[in-house]
Nanobody
Framework: QVQLVESGGGLVQAGGSLRLSCALSRSFSSINLMGWSRQAPGKQRELVAAIISGGGTNYADSVKGRFTISRDNAKNTMFLQMNNLKPEDTAVYYC??????????WGQGTQVTVSS
């Protein structure tokens, strides 16, 4: 399995930026899918961005052009750079990773609040 520790959430005004970090307990070589999802109050959890094995990325239409997912292989850390934040981006953000052959593991979540 893998443990995930998130950081970087907070309160920001609309138009501002935040960077979320997710430190993994093992190297990316054993991970075939990882990413970020979010859940706003009263809504279902939705995938925001993902990195698949080989390095390809996917984004939700609502964040394309504003959010960037990346990783630092040397530090086993994944990032979500969020620019031009909007109030509708307010949610708890979760990082997740799937070790090859195992189920997906989720982080504890970090709150992002965007004020108008």
């Amino acid at each position: 399995q893998v443990q995930l520790v998130e950081s970087g959430g907070g309160l920001v005004q609309a138009g501002g930026s935040l960077r979320l970090s997710c430190a993994l307990s093992r190297s990316f070589s054993s991970i075939n899918l990882m990413g970020w999802s979010r859940q706003a109050p009263g809504k279902q959890r939705e995938l925001v961005a993902a990195i698949i094995s080989g390095g390809g990325t996917n984004y939700a239409d609502s964040v394309k052009g504003r959010f960037t997912i990346s990783r630092d292989n040397a530090k086993n850390t994944m990032f979500l750079q969020m620019n031009n934040l909007k109030p509708e981006d307010t949610a708890v953000y979760y990082c997740h990773a799937r070790v090859i052959g195992l189920q997906t593991t989720w982080g504890q979540g970090t709150q992002v609040t965007v004020s108008s």
